[in-house]
C-alpha cells in the first residue's frame, strides 16, 4: 500500500522566482524555452543552446566600427540581472569538427556584454548558412537597428550594392527603410574622406551632412563643414550658409553661432534624423517647443507618414 506524500513540503510546488528575464514578463510573446548547454558536436536545431563564449569568435563581416561603451555597460549590468533575453546566432567554425568553435552572425553587442558581466556561456541559435548569408544576416540586422552613425549606414548599403547586387528598392525593403532615405545614405559618400571621418564621429549630423552636399566640389565641402563646426551651426544655419555660398548675391550676413542644444534634445533629434532619413529639427526652450520635419517630396512625406502608423494616401 503506497503511502501519500502531499503533505512532503518536497513536492509541492515553488513559486516562480523573479528575474526570469523580460520574455516572461511580455503577454504577447512566449517566453523564451530554457536553454541546453551545446554538446561537444552541437548541430543546428533552431533552438537556443548554451555555448562557451570562449569558442565564439567575432563576426568578420560586421559593419559596425563603434559600440558605445556606456550603453555596452548598461547592457551588462541588465544581463547580470536578468540574462541575455533575446539568443546570439552563430554558425560553425570553419575547423569546427576539429575545435568546436562557432563565429558569430548577430548579437555582437549581447556577446560583448556578456564578456563585460563576466559570464561563462551564452545562449545561441546554431544556423548553417553560406558566407554571403552571414553577411547579409550581419548587414540586414546592423541597418535595422537605430544607432548606426549615418556612415556605417552609408557603408552598410553599399555593401548590399556591391556584394548582393541589390537594388535601392531592394535594400529599402529589406531593411524596412523606404528608397529615399536609402539614396540619402548613399549620397554621403561623395563627401570628402576628411568630412565623413566627422561624420562617423558625431561632429557633423547626417542633416549637417546633406546640406553640405550642394556643393559642388570637395575642397568647398571641407571649407564649409569646417566653418560649421567652429561656429557650430544648427542643420538650419547650415543650410542657410551653404545657399550664400551658392548664391553669394543673397548672402547678407555671416551666420551666427548657434546656442547649443540640450545633450538629451540633440540625442532625440539625432535619432529622428537617422530614423527617417530627413531634415529633423527640435527647437526647445525650457522643455516647450517644436519638432520640425522638413521634405522635399512624395515619398519624404510619405514615409513621414508611414513613420507616425499612417498609411500614405490616407
Known amino acids: ?70 550603453k555596452l555597460t548598461e547592457l551588462a549590468i541588465s544581463i547580470t540581472a536578468s540574462g541575455v533575453v533575446q539568443p546570439i546566432v552563430v554558425r560553425h567554425g570553419p575547423n569546427h569538427r576539429q575545435d568546436g568553435r562557432f ?29 554571403l548569408q552571414a553577411m547579409e544576416m550581419t548587414i540586414v540586422e546592423n541597418l535595422q537597428r537605430a544607432d548606426l552613425n549615418p556612415m556605417e549606414q552609408a557603408h552598410a548599403y553599399v555593401r548590399l550594392s556591391r ?25 554621403l559618400l561623395k563627401l570628402p574622406d576628411s568630412v565623413q571621418r566627422q561624420v562617423e564621429a ?4 547626417f542633416g549637417h551632412a546633406r546640406a553640405l552636399l550642394a556643393l559642388e566640389s570637395p575642397e568647398a565641402i571641407a571649407a564649409a563643414a569646417k566653418k560649421v563646426l567652429a561656429l557650430h551651426l544648427s542643420v538650419r544655419a547650415t543650410e542657410n550658409y551653404v545657399q550664400g555660398l551658392l548664391n553669394p548675391e543673397s548672402r547678407t550676413k555671416e551666420p551666427k553661432p548657434s546656442i547649443p542644444l540640450d545633450p538629451n534634445v ?18 526647445d526652450k ?24 499612417n498609411k500614405p494616401g490616407l
Request: glycine share 8%; aromatic share 4%; hydrophobic share 35%.
Open 202 to 205: 558625431g561632429e557633423l549630423s
Open 103 to 131: 563565429t558569430l552572425i548577430t548579437g555582437e553587442r549581447r556577446l560583448l556584454a556578456s564578456k563585460k558581466a563576466g559570464k561563462a556561456t551564452i545562449p545561441a541559435i546554431i544556423r548553417e548558412v553560406s558566407n
Open 1 to 70: 500500500m503506497s503511502t501519500s506524500n502531499t503533505n512532503n513540503p518536497a513536492t509541492k510546488s515553488k513559486p516562480r522566482a523573479l528575474g526570469k528575464g523580460l520574455e516572461s514578463l511580455l503577454p504577447s510573446r512566449p517566453a523564451t524555452p530554457a536553454p541546453v548547454t551545446v554538446p561537444a558536436a552541437a548541430e543546428p536545431t533552431g533552438k537556443p543552446l548554451e555555448i562557451d563564449l570562449e569558442l565564439i569568435d567575432r563576426n568578420p563581416f560586421q559593419t559596425r566600427t563603434n559600440f558605445d561603451e556606456v
Open 286 to 309: 525650457k522643455g516647450k517647443g517644436k519638432v520640425i520635419i522638413e521634405y522635399s517630396g512624395v515619398e519624404d512625406f510619405d514615409a513621414i507618414l508611414t513613420a507616425l502608423g
Open 266 to 283: 540633440r540625442e532625440a533629434q539625432d535619432r529622428l534624423r537617422h530614423s527617417l532619413g530627413l531634415k529633423v529639427t527640435i527647437e
Open 163 to 187: 556584394d548582393f547586387h541589390m537594388t535601392q528598392e531592394q535594400m529599402a525593403e529589406r531593411t524596412g527603410k523606404d528608397r529615399a532615405s536609402v539614396s540619402n545614405f548613399l549620397r
